[in-house]
């Protein structure tokens, strides 16, 4: 058997955020002006090369690891560790990042009489964009200029462009005097016998005249709103405990990562970004997917994520940006490229899963926590989403949501699979727009239900089954048109001239999870997604292995996605498909196993799990952790315990369907409604599964589970 060591995705640098600001360095910790190194605040670089010595020397860090998400520590040796009498002496450096950064640089001596260490230090400063981070900068042109101001101690490097306005200050503060002179800080620092003797170098961006601090020192530092949104989450994610390591292991690193996540937004402070280190902006429909997926660890982050969504929705008839009134945003970035209208991702709106999930999970949230209250006040945004879609969505009016691009620098394709090439004929062909994918047709019937749920609590019966009513006439349209009966799924979309785009795909997960297959498809529709041209064998391939499009490294093209897992395990469980369920969960908890901490990354290869290739490989330019693979995991546990709230009830089903390969699951501190419970499942040695629940009062009921848990994509 081939042993494979644990890999790290990106294992040529590290990286830590806090909100809309990341610090990338190499793996000792330094940055070295290499991309993509560098400090990134709001999509901009402001430091990109710091130049460290010490004694005339740099010093070279022997250990270095990140800290909670948001701050790193490293370790160099100063002095020599093996004279007598002692001259040993290490240099920490400590990295926190907020809306600034500090860096604190403290001289450790295990020496018997005093020591002396002369620390010089210098910065530059390109005002990269977080797209350009790879190259340099190449999209926009400016000069930086740096002053020096005597008086504040500070240096500030300026972007020199009139229409924008960037700057950073940098200050060194510390135990000795700092001077400043030919572009370099000097601080000559003595340390006692056996003592120590720091330094803090403030790194603040000055934005459109808006400075922004950097953060005190500290790893539990709970200042700006992205840190307290952590230490909110912190403490209110659901925790599991079982005797399969992989999977304990894989939701402790899950959560962890769920917690470090939040944007800080103020319309919505816990909703998560996409990924790290490239998707630290705001994501609509990312956000959102993972915080559903993630609902069995906690509802707060959809509060917020259905809260930020709400607040960017379209105004206008905006080509350029793709924008329409009541649609939803797609993604925003600050960074100088989408400032300076290079590109319109400042604000951009190309995409059309965003308000049929909005509805969905609005639903979703409702059924979790039974909080009529922040329904009603999301109730307006719902409104405005379901007009979006009424008018724009479905522009020829045959009754399928069908997306184009209007913008010149826009997406393509608008629906899960976004790049470029995601939709493919049977021949290889990229499918030209209009197209009307799959997915997007699940989704509407989804958020068609949802919606008759939300607005009939919140006293609109007429509306709520006059909605219903069109989602069972969709759920009919639908299986006639996209069915293929001689492949066992459906097509991919219909292509501009109604033709069925006979390419088989993932998309048939998503289906399921939506409950848009009829009941009489569904064993099909799962064996299919299973077969092996689909399962790789760690999970399900974007595209059949045996199209001619096919390609393992691809973004959509035949990669497999840990996100589409966690929602396919849902669309199984509903249809209660629980041998494809236990293949598709053991394969990704697997794959887990062979990333560092059991985090899996963005997008894995569609390579075969054999013995040829002991390990998947993953998407070359992957996140790493990336919201939605994360939030997987917590799906996955979720369809295998096959549990549906009905928080309005105070009372959750569930039928669980433990493999043999997990014997046992205890969830502590889990949210239904107003009920904090305990949850243990266990599989008895005589054959069954029991279910026990301690803490506040809710009903659990064992009840099968098909036909039973809705929820839709993603990205």
């Not at 081939?2 to 990106?10: K, L």
């Not at 710091?50 to 040796?77: C, D, K, M, W």
């Not at 603040?204 to 400075?211: L, M, N, S």
């Not at 997008?603 to 939605?628: F, I, N, T």
């Amino acid at each position: 058997m081939v042993r494979v060591q644990n890999q790290r995705v990106r294992p040529d640098v590290l990286y830590v955020a806090s909100g809309w600001s990341t610090l990338v360095t190499d793996v000792r910790g330094r940055i070295g002006g290499t991309d993509p190194q560098g400090f990134f605040a709001r999509n901009t670089r402001v430091l990109s090369r710091e130049r460290i010595e010490v004694a005339g020397l740099p010093p070279v860090p022997f250990s270095t690891a990140n800290v909670r998400g948001h701050a790193q520590l490293s370790y160099a040796e100063l002095g020599d560790r093996e004279q007598l009498p002692s001259r040993a002496a290490y240099l920490l450096i400590e990295r926190f990042v907020g809306p600034g950064l500090r860096t604190r640089l403290t001289v450790v001596s295990y020496a018997d009489g005093p020591m002396s260490f002369p620390l010089r230090l210098a910065v530059e400063a390109d005002f990269a964009d977080t797209s350009e981070a790879e190259t340099g900068r190449r999209l926009q042109r400016g000069a930086v200029d740096a002053g020096w101001d005597p008086a504040a101690g500070e240096l500030r490097l300026t972007y020199r462009r009139d229409d924008l306005d960037r700057a950073v200050a940098v200050r060194v503060t510390g135990d000795a005097p700092v001077g400043y002179a030919g572009g370099t800080f000097a601080v000559d620092l003595t340390v006692p016998p056996g003592g120590s003797a720091r330094v803090d170098v403030l790194v603040e961006p000055v934005f459109d005249g808006e400075r922004l601090p950097a953060p005190d020192a500290g790893y539990d530092e709970p200042g700006d709103p992205a840190a307290r949104a952590r230490a909110r989450l912190a403490g209110e994610l659901t925790r599991l405990h079982s005797s399969n390591f992989d999977v304990t292991a894989a939701w402790r690193c899950a959560v962890a990562d769920l917690s470090v996540l939040p944007l800080g937004e103020p319309a919505g402070p816990t909703a998560p970004i996409a990924g790290l280190p490239i998707y630290q902006e705001i994501f609509g429909r990312d956000t959102m997917t993972s915080s559903w997926q993630a609902l069995l660890a906690g509802p707060t982050m959809l509060a917020d994520s259905l809260r930020l969504n709400a607040a960017h929705l379209g105004r206008r008839l905006d080509d350029w940006r793709d924008e329409e009134p009541g649609k939803p945003l797609h993604e925003a970035r600050q960074g100088p490229v989408s400032v300076l209208g290079l590109n319109p991702f400042d604000r951009y709106y190309g995409d059309w899963s965003t308000a049929p999930d909005f509805l969905v999970f609005l639903g979703q949230f409702l059924a979790w926590t039974g909080d009529l209250e922040t329904v009603r006040e999301l109730l307006p945004t719902a409104r405005r989403a379901l007009g979006w879609i009424e008018r724009y969505g479905d522009p020829d009016g045959d009754g399928f949501l069908e997306y184009h691009c209007r913008s010149r620098a826009g997406l393509k394709n608008q629906g899960w699979k976004d790049s470029d090439t995601a939709i493919v004929d049977e021949h290889g062909q990229v499918v030209p727009n209009p197209i009307a994918t799959s997915e997007l047709q699940g989704y509407w019937y989804a958020g068609l239900r949802h919606a008759a749920v939300v607005f009939t609590l919140t006293g609109h019966p007429a509306r709520g089954a006059a909605l219903l009513a069109r989602a069972r006439a969709l759920r009919r349209r639908f299986h006639q048109a996209y069915w293929l009966p001689e492949r066992g799924c459906y097509a991919m979309a219909l292509g501009p001239d109604k033709r069925p785009v006979r390419s088989t795909n993932s998309n048939d997960g998503h289906l399921l999870a939506t409950g848009i297959v009829p009941e009489r498809a569904a064993a099909r529709v799962a064996e299919r997604l299973l077969a092996p041209d689909m399962f790789s064998g760690w999970g399900v391939r974007t595209l059949s292995a045996d199209h001619p499009a096919y390609n393992p490294f691809s973004y959509h093209r035949g990669s497999v996605w840990p996100v589409e897992a966690g929602t396919i395990g849902l669309g199984l469980a509903r249809y209660g498909c629980w041998p494809q369920l236990h293949r598709l969960a053991e394969g990704m908890f697997s794959a887990a196993g062979l990333f560092t901490e059991h985090r899996l990354p963005e997008v894995l290869s569609g390579l075969p799990r054999d013995a040829d290739h002991p390990h998947p490989g993953v998407y070359p330019d992957s996140c790493s952790p990336q919201a939605w693979s994360a939030s997987a995991v917590v799906a996955l546990v979720q369809a295998l315990l096959a549990l549906r709230p009905a928080a309005p009830l105070r009372t959750v089903l569930v039928d669980p369907h433990l493999p043999d390969w997990l014997p046992d699951l205890r969830l502590e501190g889990l949210r239904v409604g107003r009920a904090t419970v305990d949850l243990t499942v266990r599989r008895r040695r005589g054959g069954g599964i029991s279910v026990r629940a301690r803490g506040d009062r809710l009903v659990v009921v064992r009840r099968a589970s098909r036909q039973a848990i809705p929820g839709p994509g993603h990205r």
